[in-house]
Structures are given as structure tokens and as C-alpha cells.
């Protein structure tokens, strides 16, 4: 195989995948699933506990010593703490379903986007991002499902470094030390990927191991990471090329409530609602400014649900922001703006960060290869005998490159590169278009190339961005969909970051695809001001946000504090929050895996607390 990278001189330049369309694939798929899926391990509702919601509703009164708001990764592993302590009820109450059989095949990890187990929420317009993607508005993924978005998102498990906590270990005695951290880390992984080193712990629920066995083109990715001066190197190594590991058990999506719901379904304090949406917390003003419980919406009624204890927040940075702010925690003149009475003045929505990635698409050759089903009974046959074959793979998307664009020798990274491969007429690439929301031209023009070039799109990734957004409410109904201002890119080095990235592929002749972007028509192809035009028209956040409910002085540098240090919320008692909101700056790793950490924290914290030990 050739490849254009090395060889062409200055084309700005391509990528590519597998596919998993058409209607009679589709067709195919939902049968083989009937028929066999229900007999392998795959999707099965025992695999979690019963769904508590119909007793809820009955309940008269009902009373529990915690209330958690959400069954994301955060939420399940405090459910999963919380209930070891037998004397304590848990209630977990989550707003979407069980995660779909579909879910636990990673070859099919893309569909799962947009998809009913998705929130699919839409930025504003957007001014300095996502300006090729439909009515320039960024999309953003987040699970609405059992396990949160770790049972619709990539799969990998890509802790955080150290020095992303320096500022939260300053803190004395909250368990922010290093040490703790890294506990905490190690406490919940199982790590059975072959590897002569390792940082990662082996003893915990979590089940890691590498995604992809090495392909063609995943060497290829190496290679041309090893000419741009990337060495390979192994998971948890901060900077280089490597294979990431993935939250996978036998060849499957191994999501958190799974791992962490799954095994404790005996617990007969733990009690799990689905389908449970939370509309409002209730809190006892102004007697003692305590917490009192949550109001739920089940099956069309809604019903208040006490906590003795605690009430805490773990529906992710965006609805944990609106709910906050429905129930009278945010800033006072916004929620005076609409009517909602003001309990706590505080900058909750403020503060909102993603990580965010430029697609490169990069043309790799014009040979005959075509893409070969992945939709086949042969494929379905060994994935569901013997968890091997085309559906546990995620072809190249288990390559990413940590490097810092302004310190070659840096062990800090400021860019993350993911990887994508099509081959040509590739019917996945209509989905991955889609799941961005590329707008019609931009789609059509890439579509075209591809019916005669394989691409492989490189995604440099800025890990931690300056530019600042919002999470504010539409109206004071629940129901309705809050406004997510991203402001991705709006600070000029962020773009300038994200820009130089299109340097190195430049330089070693990568052949960028043409693509028409309405954007940018006033630009001659490959100038500087394309690329700047490109990156801008071709970037889109990544779905990992944070900062909407800052914690604490942890960093001074911004003046959003909405938690202490103990991830309690400020003025009044016993509401805590636990996931991407708190985390007051984005991390270098996954922010899942910091959340994760978290949790386990809140968990120490809250039992230190309530147990006086
Ligand atoms: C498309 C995509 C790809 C990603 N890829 C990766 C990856 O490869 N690796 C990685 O580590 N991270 C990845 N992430 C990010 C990661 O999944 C999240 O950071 C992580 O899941 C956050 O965990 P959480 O528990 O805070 O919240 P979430 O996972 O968002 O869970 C929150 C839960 O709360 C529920 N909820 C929300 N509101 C309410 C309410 N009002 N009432 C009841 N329940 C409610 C939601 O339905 C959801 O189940 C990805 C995210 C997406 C969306």
C-alpha cells in the first residue's frame, strides 16, 4: 500500500473506517440479534438489577438514606460504595433505560450516538467552532442509559496525570493527595491487557484490556507517527503514540453499571429506578437550609422522594447545571429572569469546557480497495461464540497520540490525536458524518472523494482550552432542553493550537482532502488562512464536559465556585456533586476516568462523615 502522507509534496490532504448501513443490513442485524444475542452474554437485563420505579410509585412516603441523581460511572460506583454499608438505604434514580444489546458490541460504538440512549444536545450557533457542522451548532453526545455515556461513548480508559491534580492536592486532608488520587485510581480497575509493565490495578470491577489487535492500517498510523518523531509507547506512558487500553470484558463493551451494579444485585438496600427523570430538589428553606429530597418523574407522575442523608448529583455537567438551576441554586439574575425563586446565589453553568478536535482528512491512496461488510453472519457467528472477530474491533480508533506541539521533549501533552480509517465507498462514513452534523455540502463533497480514495482522519484534539461557554436555562420546564453556549474556540490560542497541528502533517506532504466547505470557498486550498478557516469549520467538541459546577479554591485562577472541597454545594447542607461539573479545569485523560476517581473520594467521604470513622 502507498501512502500520500510521505510522498506527495504540499496537497493539504485524507481518512477512513468499516460500514453498518443500509436496510437490509440493518434488517439482518436486528435478527441475528434476536436469535442469538438473548442466548450469549450480550445485553441481557439480568446483567443489572430489577427497575425499582414501579414500587417508588407506590410507596407511600417514600424515605431513603441517599438519593442519587444519575447512573452514569459516578453514580453507580457511589451506589455500589454507599450500599456496602448495610444500615443505609441507596435509592439511584436514572433517567433513561438499559443499555441496548447493540451497546455492548464495540464495533458498533459510533451508531449508539443520536441514538435514544443519547441526550443529543445542540450548542447555540457557534461563532469560532463547528462552523461546517448544520446551522454552525456543535453536537454533544451524552448517555441517557444505565452506565451513563461509559454505554454509548469510545471505550477508552485514559487516566489523567498527575499533574492535573497538583492543584487539587494543595487542599490538606480531603483526600485530594496524590496518593489518594492514585488509589482511588487503581482501587475500581482490573486490567487484564498484556503488558511487562503497568501502572494499572488488577484487583477492582472494572474490566480493561486493549480494543483492536494490530491491523494494517493501525501500523501505518505508527509508522507515520514514528516520521513525524512520535515514538510508540505503552497506556498510561503520558506523551507518545499508543494503543489505549479499552473498558472492555470478552470482547464486549463492559459499561459501569455493569461492572458495578451487576455483581451487588443481591443488595436488598440498593434500589434502582429507570426510566426516573429528576425535575427538582427540594430543600428546606428557610428552617435549616438542608437538603429534604428530589422531586421524580416516573411513568407520567411525578412524586417527591425523601433523603435522611444526602442527596447527590451525578447527571453529568450539563444536567446537573439545569437542575441545579430549576431548583434555585445559579446566578440570582438569571433565575429571576425566569421566576425561579433564588436559594443560593451561585455561578452555576458558568465556566463550561470541552476538550475539542479538528478533523484532518487525509487521502492515503486511490487504490481499488473496497470496504468488506462488517455486517455479516460470519462476524455475528464469532463475536457471539467466541468474542472474536470484526465486532470487537474499533479498527484504528484505539491509536491516540499524546504530544506537546510546543515542547517536543515535554512530558506534558497539549494535543491528543484520535484516528479514524475509511476505505473507499465506505458505508460507515455517512454515520460518522452524521453523528458530527456536517452540514449537506461539506457531507456531499466528502461522500464524492470517497468513492474513489480511502481517508484516514486524524483528529488533533485540544486537551485543555482556554475558551470558556455556558450552560443557562431556556425556561423553568424541566423538560425543555437548556441552552448550551460552547464558545469552542473563541480564545484565539486555542485555534492557534489546534491550527499548528495541521503543520507536521503539512510538512511531510499529507494529502488533504479538497473538501467544499462554504466556509471557506474565499480561500486558495492549503493557504494559511484555508487551514485556519478548515480547523474552524471542521472542529467539534468532544463531549467531555466540564466546569458547569466548579469546585471549591482548588484553582484560583477562575472565580466560579460552586462546591467545597468536599464536592458539597455552597450554602446549603448535605447536597453534594460528584462528575464532570465539579472539575473546575479540563484534565489531561478521559474526564470518565477522573469522575470515576471521584466517586470513589465521595464515597470515603461521605462514610467518613455519617459513620464518624
Ligand atoms: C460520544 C462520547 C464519547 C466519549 N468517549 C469517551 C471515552 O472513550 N472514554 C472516556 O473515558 N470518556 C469518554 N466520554 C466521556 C465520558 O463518557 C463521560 O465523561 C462520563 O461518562 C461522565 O460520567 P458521569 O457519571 O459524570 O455522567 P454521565 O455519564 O453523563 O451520566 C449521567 C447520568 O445521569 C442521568 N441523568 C441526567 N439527568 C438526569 C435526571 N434529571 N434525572 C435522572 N437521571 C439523570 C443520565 O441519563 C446519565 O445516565 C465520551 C462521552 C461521549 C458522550
Known amino acids: 500500500?502507498?501512502?500520500?502522507?510521505?510522498?506527495?509534496?504540499?496537497?493539504?490532504?485524507?481518512?477512513?473506517?468499516?460500514?453498518?448501513?443500509?436496510?437490509?443490513?440493518?434488517?439482518?442485524?436486528?435478527?441475528?440479534?434476536?436469535?442469538?444475542?438473548?442466548?450469549?452474554?450480550?445485553?441481557?437485563?439480568?446483567?443489572?438489577?430489577?427497575?425499582?420505579?414501579?414500587?417508588?410509585?407506590?410507596?407511600?412516603?417514600?424515605?431513603?438514606?441517599?438519593?442519587?441523581?444519575?447512573?452514569?460511572?459516578?453514580?453507580?460506583?457511589?451506589?455500589?460504595?454507599?450500599?456496602?454499608?448495610?444500615?443505609?438505604?441507596?435509592?439511584?434514580?436514572?433517567?433513561?433505560?438499559?443499555?441496548?444489546?447493540?451497546?455492548?458490541?464495540?464495533?458498533?460504538?459510533?451508531?449508539?450516538?443520536?441514538?435514544?440512549?443519547?441526550?443529543?444536545?445542540?450548542?447555540?450557533?457557534?461563532?469560532?467552532?463547528?462552523?461546517?457542522?448544520?446551522?454552525?451548532?456543535?453536537?454533544?453526545?451524552?448517555?441517557?442509559?444505565?452506565?451513563?455515556?461509559?454505554?454509548?461513548?469510545?471505550?477508552?480508559?485514559?487516566?489523567?496525570?498527575?499533574?492535573?491534580?497538583?492543584?487539587?492536592?494543595?487542599?490538606?486532608?480531603?483526600?485530594?493527595?496524590?496518593?489518594?488520587?492514585?488509589?482511588?485510581?487503581?482501587?475500581?480497575?482490573?486490567?487484564?491487557?498484556?503488558?511487562?509493565?503497568?501502572?494499572?490495578?488488577?484487583?477492582?470491577?472494572?474490566?480493561?484490556?486493549?480494543?483492536?489487535?494490530?491491523?494494517?492500517?493501525?501500523?501505518?498510523?505508527?509508522?507515520?507517527?514514528?516520521?513525524?518523531?512520535?515514538?510508540?509507547?505503552?497506556?498510561?506512558?503520558?506523551?507518545?503514540?499508543?494503543?489505549?487500553?479499552?473498558?472492555?470484558?470478552?470482547?464486549?463493551?463492559?459499561?459501569?453499571?455493569?461492572?458495578?451494579?451487576?455483581?451487588?444485585?443481591?443488595?436488598?438496600?440498593?434500589?434502582?429506578?429507570?426510566?426516573?427523570?429528576?425535575?427538582?430538589?427540594?430543600?428546606?428553606?428557610?428552617?435549616?437550609?438542608?437538603?429534604?429530597?428530589?422531586?421524580?418523574?416516573?411513568?407520567?407522575?411525578?412524586?417527591?422522594?425523601?433523603?435522611?442523608?444526602?442527596?447527590?448529583?451525578?447527571?453529568?455537567?450539563?444536567?446537573?447545571?439545569?437542575?441545579?438551576?430549576?431548583?434555585?441554586?445559579?446566578?440570582?439574575?438569571?433565575?429571576?429572569?425566569?421566576?425561579?425563586?433564588?436559594?443560593?446565589?451561585?455561578?452555576?453553568?458558568?465556566?463550561?469546557?470541552?476538550?475539542?478536535?479538528?478533523?484532518?482528512?487525509?487521502?492515503?491512496?486511490n487504490g481499488t480497495a473496497e470496504s468488506n461488510p462488517v455486517l455479516t453472519a460470519d462476524n455475528a457467528y464469532s463475536f457471539i461464540m467466541h468474542r472474536t472477530g470484526e465486532f470487537t474491533a474499533t479498527n484504528v480508533n484505539d491509536v491516540v497520540g499524546l504530544i506537546n506541539t510546543e515542547d517536543k521533549d515535554s512530558n506534558i501533552p497539549n494535543i491528543l490525536i484520535y484516528h479514524y480509517y475509511f476505505e473507499r465507498n465506505d458505508p460507515n462514513l455517512e454515520l460518522f458524518l452524521n453523528v458530527f452534523s456536517f452540514d449537506k455540502v461539506i457531507k456531499r463533497s466528502i461522500l464524492q472523494q470517497n468513492k474513489a480514495e480511502r481517508f484516514i482522519v486524524f483528529a488533533p484534539t485540544l486537551i485543555k482550552p482556554k475558551s470558556r461557554g455556558q450552560v443557562v436555562l431556556e425556561n423553568d420546564n424541566p423538560f425543555v432542553k437548556p441552552f448550551i453556549r460552547g464558545n469552542y474556540l473563541s480564545e484565539r490560542e486555542d485555534h492557534q493550537t489546534l491550527l499548528s497541528e495541521t503543520e507536521p502533517f503539512k510538512q511531510r506532504g499529507a494529502h488533504f482532502l479538497e473538501i467544499d466547505m462554504p466556509s471557506c470557498r474565499n480561500y486558495k486550498y492549503c493557504n494559511e488562512p484555508y487551514l485556519a478557516c478548515a480547523v474552524r469549520a471542521m472542529s467539534y467538541p468532544l463531549s467531555e464536559m466540564v466546569g458547569t459546577a466548579q469546585m471549591g479554591d482548588l484553582v484560583t485562577k477562575c472565580d466560579a465556585r460552586v462546591t467545597d472541597e468536599f464536592m458539597l454545594l455552597d450554602g446549603i447542607r448535605h447536597l453534594r456533586i460528584v462528575d464532570g461539573s465539579v472539575i473546575p479545569e479540563q484534565i489531561t485523560g478521559n474526564v470518565e476516568t477522573t469522575v470515576a476517581m471521584m466517586a470513589e473520594n465521595a464515597a470515603d467521604q461521605i462514610k467518613k462523615f455519617w459513620l464518624n470513622v
Open 1 to 365: 500500500m502507498h501512502t500520500k502522507m510521505v510522498s506527495t509534496p504540499s496537497n493539504c490532504s485524507s481518512l477512513q473506517g468499516e460500514a453498518l448501513a443500509g436496510p437490509l443490513a440493518t434488517a439482518f442485524f436486528l435478527l441475528i440479534t434476536k436469535l442469538y444475542f438473548e442466548k450469549a452474554s450480550i445485553g441481557k437485563a439480568e446483567d443489572y438489577p430489577p427497575d425499582f420505579g414501579p414500587d417508588l410509585l407506590t410507596a407511600h412516603n417514600p424515605l431513603f438514606d441517599i438519593i442519587i441523581v444519575g447512573g452514569g460511572p459516578a453514580g453507580v460506583i457511589l451506589a455500589n460504595r454507599l450500599s456496602e454499608v448495610s444500615h443505609w438505604t441507596v435509592l439511584l434514580l436514572e433517567a433513561g433505560d438499559l443499555p441496548s444489546s447493540t451497546s455492548d458490541v464495540p464495533a458498533f460504538y459510533m451508531s449508539l450516538k443520536g441514538s435514544n440512549a443519547d441526550w443529543s444536545y445542540y450548542t447555540v450557533q457557534e461563532k469560532s467552532a463547528c462552523q461546517g457542522m448544520i446551522n454552525k451548532r456543535c453536537k454533544l453526545s451524552t448517555g441517557k442509559v444505565l452506565g451513563g455515556s461509559s454505554s454509548i461513548n469510545n471505550m477508552h480508559y485514559m487516566p489523567s496525570l498527575s499533574t492535573d491534580y497538583l492543584e487539587w492536592s494543595n487542599q490538606e486532608n480531603h483526600g485530594w493527595k496524590i496518593e489518594n488520587i492514585e488509589r482511588n485510581y487503581r482501587k475500581h480497575e482490573n486490567n487484564s491487557a498484556p503488558m511487562n509493565e503497568t501502572i494499572f490495578g488488577n484487583f477492582g470491577e472494572l474490566s480493561l484490556n486493549f480494543i483492536n489487535q494490530d491491523n494494517e492500517m493501525k501500523n501505518l498510523i505508527y509508522q507515520a507517527a514514528e516520521l513525524m518523531g512520535y515514538s510508540k509507547t505503552n497506556p498510561g506512558d503520558t506523551t507518545g503514540y499508543q494503543d489505549v487500553l479499552g473498558i472492555i470484558d470478552n470482547g464486549a463493551r463492559y459499561n459501569y453499571a455493569k461492572a458495578f451494579l451487576g455483581p451487588i444485585q443481591a443488595r436488598d438496600n440498593l434500589f434502582i429506578a429507570r426510566q426516573a427523570f429528576v425535575t427538582k430538589i427540594l430543600t428546606q428553606i428557610p428552617k435549616d437550609r438542608r437538603i429534604q429530597g428530589v422531586n421524580v418523574y416516573i411513568d407520567g407522575k411525578q412524586i417527591a422522594v425523601k433523603a435522611k442523608k444526602e442527596v447527590i448529583l451525578t447527571a453529568g455537567a450539563v444536567n446537573t447545571a439545569q437542575l441545579l438551576l430549576l431548583s434555585g441554586f445559579g446566578p440570582k439574575d438569571h433565575l429571576k429572569q425566569h421566576d425561579i425563586p433564588v436559594i443560593v446565589d451561585l455561578p452555576v453553568g458558568q465556566n463550561l469546557q470541552d476538550k475539542v478536535s479538528a478533523l484532518l482528512f487525509v487521502g492515503i491512496d
